[in-house]
């Protein structure tokens, strides 16, 4: 009888043991792991954003969060996708930036000029991201690249399709990629239905930027020319330059049926012309389709915010 109480207690006492063991093998699903506070998820040992930008794979260490933008077309994209930048080279003139970029900016820092910027003064902003455009700020590279890593953008001779890669770019740096994905395709709604209210009763139209010294034509291999050639219309210049300067001569020979003019200044080169007899010959003037747009809008803000504007200014001239 005591042999076999003997017997069933170390029995008892093995299974307990066993199972103590198996216990210590197998820590509990809510348990913190080491170095992760209890009731916090892991976290990813990769935060890394890794992008191709116009020179080749950018690898920020993390999302960036302080953000200087070399240019308003930088800006346009980042406050669609919600970022706010720290810093922007804008002329120091924040009149420049367009209505619907203006009110959603938030206190920021001018660094100065596009195409001398204040470089101390982008250091002392301590940014972890800088945008810059590849030919406009060439000659700042290096010394940008010393305060910050750069992503490198084809901006200003870009036409409105590299303008959408150049969007998602900038999305994926920020960390906003699905978010941009989504505004792209609000983006793309927006102009189809645009596209489609417009009457091809005028089959070309050409903008230029007009100023004191000359008409510089934006070709459709620039972004505001390739918008209209998009929207349905023919490009009357046919230059392989993105902004060719037209002498007056050279306009009348080109004879857009449609002209819109983006003034620098209140007292422009057509001044002059509208004088001349020759200014008359053009089908636009004789049909009085010349309209003037801002240049804020049409050129300088070339995102998804300034294309959108010029494609309601267009159905506003021009729709059915």
């Known amino acids: 009888m005591h042999l076999w109480i003997n017997r069933t207690l170390r029995t008892t006492l093995l299974l307990v043991f066993v199972i103590a063991l198996a216990a210590c093998g197998q820590p509990a699903s809510n348990q913190a792991q080491p170095g992760q506070a209890s009731g916090q998820s892991a976290t990813p040992k990769d935060e890394k954003i890794t992008v191709e930008d116009a020179t080749g794979t950018v690898t920020l260490p ?8 070399m240019d308003f077309s930088f800006t346009d994209m980042l406050v669609t996708l919600g970022v706010q930048p720290v810093g922007i080279a804008d002329d120091g003139t924040p009149e420049l930036f367009m209505d619907s970029v203006k009110s959603q900016l938030k206190p920021y820092t001018s660094v100065g000029s596009r195409y001398e910027p204040n470089i101390e003064l982008i250091s002392s902003l301590k940014p972890d991201l800088i945008i810059v455009d590849i030919n406009k700020h060439k000659n700042a590279l290096t010394q940008l690249k010393a305060i910050a890593p750069i ?5 200003f001779q870009a036409d409105y399709d590299q303008m959408l890669k150049n969007y998602m770019i900038a999305a994926k740096a920020v960390g906003k990629e699905e978010e941009g994905k989504k505004r792209l395709q609000e983006h793309q709604t927006k102009m189809e239905q645009a596209k489609k209210k417009i009457s091809r009763a005028a089959s070309t139209v050409l903008p230029a930027v007009v100023n004191p010294k000359g008409f510089f034509a934006h070709s459709d291999h620039s972004y505001t020319g390739s918008i209209v050639k998009m929207l349905g219309f023919t490009d009357p210049v046919k230059n ?8 007056l001569e050279q306009l009348v020979e080109t004879n857009p049926q449609v002209l819109f003019l983006m003034p620098t200044d209140k007292v422009t080169i057509v001044s002059q012309w509208e004088s001349n007899p020759l200014w008359k010959k053009i089908d636009a003037v004789a049909g009085n ?23 309601e200014d267009i159905v506003k001239q021009l729709g059915e």
Do not use: C, H
């Open 289 to 311: 389709k010349v309209f003037t747009v801002e240049r804020r809008d049409w050129s300088l803000s070339r995102g998804m915010l300034g294309s959108e504007k010029i494609a």
């Open 240 to 247: 392989d330059a993105a902004y060719p300067q037209l002498t």
């Open 151 to 155: 992503l490198v953008l084809n901006d």
């Open 62 to 69: 993390k999302k960036p969060e302080r953000i200087v933008t």
